[in-house]
């Protein structure tokens, strides 16, 4: 692990010691202070005022108990999260996940994320995130409805347009959020659409929301191989995951000239080199909420592989969109001796520690999710812009404003740096240039 700087270290000793078991916390801690090195030795004036304690420690923390009815009349009952970590840039903001391994540490250290990344956009947005331990897989649409129900039932409290606005993230899409939505709307008498986003076209949503994690994902792809005179025409490409960001992924990247040769789910991955059939993902896994097993039995030639690991495909870009440390050293070696170049994350923190300093030592080119998945946020940040007008924008305008922003949070990126002595690192930059737009903010709040 690289040291870290003198008045850094303590620091990363005392946030160890005070949440304790919280691995995936720790390990984007780390990431991100093991990047200040630099700039507490610039700027001592944010060690002084104590801007990285105090952005350490989550601004609230709130859990609570989700019970509800399944559809056998059993009561069943959850966990619920929400991490409002820092609001120095603007109300709290940040998704739900809803996944059985969802735990206190899994929301800080996406919400801890969500700080840097929020900044990232440029956008007033300050950084969340919350879920549940809830398996939505196998649940039918009345027993998701119940539970979102129960969940809102307390989480409307804590939520408002300048106070806390969630949106979606792993489980939860377009039928939880709308079932959110409503109870919410039901329980405040108040059709306050900027509170969430994600929402659906016809009650307040926005344009190009569904798709832009994956299409942010890709514009900045594309910027980073128009960095070295290069395009995704052409390119082979490997994306992991088959739900929102990795869909959204693959249409662009088709769109644009690249063939994506794989895609997968927790079950394993498929192969095709004609290049995935989007329109057969998009059935499988938003049409019967199926597997991507089911993938090969209506496309001759692709074949399904249970075990193993889908970054053994060889690819030119390898686009990690399913989950936390899904590409780990050994996978980031199989890419590299396949000769991969670009590597982008669409998920958050999908690759581990050692994958990245692997892809470093062998000069590809990285970009960490807090800058290549920014924008799923950035245009939720759009959503509630046109709510707050009372407006509604049209899709090109929005994909455009969308395209924008990407390239400025890889312009800042590869600034930021330049500027602090790691030129093309976009690790670097992306930490940095987070970090110090929240940390002047709360320089100019003091002690609050
Ligand atoms: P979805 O629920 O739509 O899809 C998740 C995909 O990842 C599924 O294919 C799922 O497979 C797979 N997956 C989930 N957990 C695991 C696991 N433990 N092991 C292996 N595969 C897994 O979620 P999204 O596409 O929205 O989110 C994907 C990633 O992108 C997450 O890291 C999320 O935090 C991040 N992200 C999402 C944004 C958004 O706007 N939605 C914005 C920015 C980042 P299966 O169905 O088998 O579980
Ligand atoms: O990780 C993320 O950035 C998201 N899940 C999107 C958050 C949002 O508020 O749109």
Redesign the pocket.
């Known amino acids: 692990m690289p040291e870290l700087h003198d008045s850094l270290s303590p620091l990363f000793d005392e946030l160890l010691a005070r949440n304790p078991g919280e691995r995936e916390f720790h390990q984007a801690a780390r990431e991100v202070l093991e990047s200040l090195g630099p700039v507490v030795a610039m700027h001592p004036e944010y060690a002084d005022a104590e801007v990285l304690r105090m952005l350490c420690e989550p601004e609230r923390q709130i859990i609570f108990r989700i019970p509800w009815v399944d559809d056998r009349g059993r009561v069943q009952v959850n966990r619920g999260f929400r991490v409002e970590f820092n609001s120095a840039l603007g109300p709290y903001?940040?998704?739900?996940?809803f996944h059985p391994s969802v735990n206190l540490g899994i929301v800080k250290f996406?919400g801890f994320?969500?700080i840097f990344?929020?900044a990232l956009t440029g956008l007033p947005?300050g950084g969340?995130?919350g879920g549940s331990d809830f398996d939505p897989k196998g649940r039918s649409d009345a027993e998701v409805m119940r539970f979102c129900q129960s969940l809102m039932t307390e989480l409307y409290r804590h939520m408002g347009e300048y106070t806390d606005?969630?949106?979606?993230?792993?489980g939860?899409g377009g039928r939880e959020l709308g079932y959110l939505f409503g109870q919410y709307k039901r329980i405040t008498n108040r059709y306050e659409s900027g509170t969430l986003?994600?929402k659906g076209l016809s009650w307040g949503g926005s344009q190009v929301?569904t798709e832009?994690?994956g299409y942010g994902l890709v514009f900045f792809v594309q910027e980073m191989l128009a960095a070295q005179g290069g395009s995704l025409d052409g390119m082979r490409v490997v994306v992991s995951g088959s739900g929102n960001v990795a869909i959204h992924a693959i249409e662009k990247i088709t769109q644009l000239g690249g063939t994506v040769v794989a895609c997968s789910d927790s079950g394993g991955y498929v192969v095709d080199d004609q290049g995935i059939d989007l329109d057969l993902v998009k059935e499988i896994k938003n049409g019967r909420r199926g597997r991507i097993s089911e993938y090969p039995e209506a496309r001759p030639g692709s074949r399904y592989i249970a075990d193993g690991s889908i970054w053994d495909v060889a690819c030119d870009v390898a686009l990690p969109c399913a989950t936390q440390n899904e590409l780990d050293e050994a996978s980031a070696g199989a890419l590299i001796r396949n000769g991969c170049t670009v590597v982008a994350e669409g998920a958050?923190m999908p690759c581990t520690p050692g994958a990245i300093r692997l892809f470093a030592e062998h000069g590809l080119r990285f970009a960490p999710?807090k800058a290549a998945?920014?924008g799923?946020?950035?245009?939720?940040?759009l959503?509630m812009q046109q709510n707050a007008s009372r407006d509604a924008w049209p899709f090109d305008y929005t994909e455009a404003r969308l395209a924008g922003i990407m390239r400025g949070v890889h312009e800042r990126c590869l600034t930021t740096a330049e500027t602090y002595g790691s030129p093309g690192s976009y690790v670097a930059g992306a930490n940095i240039a987070g970090f110090t737009r929240v940390a002047d903010a709360m320089l100019a709040f003091g002690v609050v």
């Open positions: 903001k940040g998704g739900l996940r996406l994320e969500q990344k929020n947005i969340a995130k606005v969630p949106a979606g993230d792993i939860v986003t994600g929301r832009a994690t958050n999710g998945n920014a799923g946020v950035a245009t939720s940040a959503e």
